[in-house]
């Protein structure tokens, strides 16, 4: 069995031993994504899994105040279950002496041989180098029963129409790069239609009557995380990236992979990968801790079993089958007991989207308030004479956004890398609106 038939079977496993309450309705599809940690000795731990395909339009950001998840794709539900997952591992570390954890390092400073690793050269007597670094024996597999929205799954978008003409779709007449009158999406970004234009950011794909939405594709939004690692702006605050912090596995059905559309989303590879003119500007940042690391989707083997995921999405004709509007989130510590969420509308399940009359209890643990809350947890663990700026620097944030701009070193190389790769890729807007509160 190959690696990644052992990733897929873990996923589509584990997926089945959920409740029913987690799994879409009859004549519902759903795509579920899985994120898979492999240990030295060559174990397979299921940290994340989440199924989903909606995320809330731009007008409702507002009023989210950080107890709605924006983007319930099942791909970014994942990664923010991992990041869940890894913050979960720092408590249990800070809580439990005993614990030997294969998944991060504690750069505790009263103890210099658990500072050093092979992955980073940081003067460890920087404030602010991060307390913990993930382990650079661990590696991190991603498994999705369909291939990220956005420019990666186009060629299955083109092949799925009976009539290839692209969907229409108003255009603005802009100079770019020194380019008269060449036609651009305008705003909102394109999600499916306009699909004979590749290589562009696009936005969650939607009906065409659905409210607008800012927030990037899957595909946009792995770009990234090529460059600035799987950790969030609030877990780098503790977790120093290194060469364990990228994914180094991707693994789609065997029918779900098209290497053309793969290479140009995600590569700078001749004559199309889209990364081709961000290259040279990452090159050139002198930017320490984060670097490049391209994803390589690979496909199951054509002999695995994939029917044993009965949710996959049905082909063009099947006109009643249709997405399932529930997203199901499962994160699993080893050490603590499973979370298993399911939500709808970027909340959990029972819970109006814009209710305030059970505060807090509506939001998801991956939200933005319950994951400050538990960042602000896990640095009352640290010890009093440690990491003082650090946590000077957290405990000072007054909203959000000051959160998520701290200014300690590890998280400002990840904002600039951001920066710089979202001015890059041409039709990047920003998703704002849910930052300017705090608890």
Not at 273 to 280: D, I, P, Q, W, Y
Not at 331 to 336: A, F
Request: proline share 9%.
């Amino acid at each position: 069995m190959t690696l990644e038939d052992r990733i897929a079977a873990l996923a589509i496993t584990t997926f089945s031993s959920l409740p029913a309450k987690c799994k879409p309705r009859p004549q519902e599809w759903i795509p579920m994504t899985a994120i898979i940690l492999q240990t030295s000795d060559e174990i397979l731990h299921l940290a994340s899994l989440a199924t989903g395909s909606k995320c809330i339009p731009s007008t409702t950001l507002p009023k989210a105040t950080g107890l709605v998840l924006h983007d319930c794709h099942s791909e970014i539900l994942a990664l923010r279950g991992l990041n869940h997952f890894l913050l979960q591992d720092a408590q249990q570390i800070l809580t439990d002496p005993d614990y030997q954890s294969p998944y991060l390092i504690y750069n505790n400073r009263n103890n210099c041989n658990n500072i050093k690793n092979n992955d980073n050269n940081d003067d460890n007597n920087d404030p602010d180098t991060p307390p913990f670094t993930l382990h650079p024996s661990i590696s991190i597999h991603l498994f999705s029963t369909e291939p990220p929205c956005g420019d990666a799954s186009m060629e299955f978008i083109i092949s799925a129409q009976q009539d290839p003409t692209p969907w229409s779709l108003p255009t603005t007449t802009t100079t770019n790069n020194n380019k008269e009158n060449t036609p651009h999406p305008s705003n909102p970004l394109p999600g499916r239609s306009y699909f004979s234009t590749l290589s562009i950011v696009r936005r969650k794909p939607s009906r065409p009557d659905a409210p607008p939405t800012l927030s990037k594709s899957c595909t946009d939004k792995l770009t990234l995380k090529q460059f600035t690692s799987v950790l969030s702006s609030l877990s780098s605050i503790l977790i120093l990236p290194t060469k364990a912090a990228y994914i180094k596995t991707f693994t789609v059905p065997f029918d779900k992979f098209n290497q053309e559309g793969y290479t140009r989303a995600f590569t700078p590879s001749p004559p199309n990968g889209r990364l081709s003119t961000c290259m040279h500007l990452v090159d050139n940042t002198g930017i320490e801790d984060y670097s490049f690391h391209p994803l390589s989707p690979t496909p199951l083997s054509q002999s695995f079993p994939f029917t044993s995921y009965p949710y996959s999405k049905p082909p063009p004709q099947d006109t009643t089958t249709k997405a399932s509007n529930i997203s199901t989130l499962y994160i699993n510590h080893p050490r603590t007991k499973p979370i298993t969420e399911v939500l709808i509308s970027g909340v959990k399940q029972g819970n109006a989207q814009l209710s305030t009359v059970r505060g807090d209890k509506k939001g998801s643990v991956v939200c933005r308030k319950r994951m400050w809350l538990f960042l602000r947890q896990i640095v009352d663990l640290l010890p009093s004479n440690q990491y003082l700026d650090t946590k000077t620097k957290i405990e000072s944030s007054s909203t959000y956004f000051e959160l998520k701009e701290i200014n300690i070193h590890s998280t400002q190389s990840r904002i600039k890398m951001k920066h710089i790769l979202t001015g890059a890729l041409n039709g990047w807007e920003r998703n704002i609106g849910d930052d300017d509160w705090g608890l």
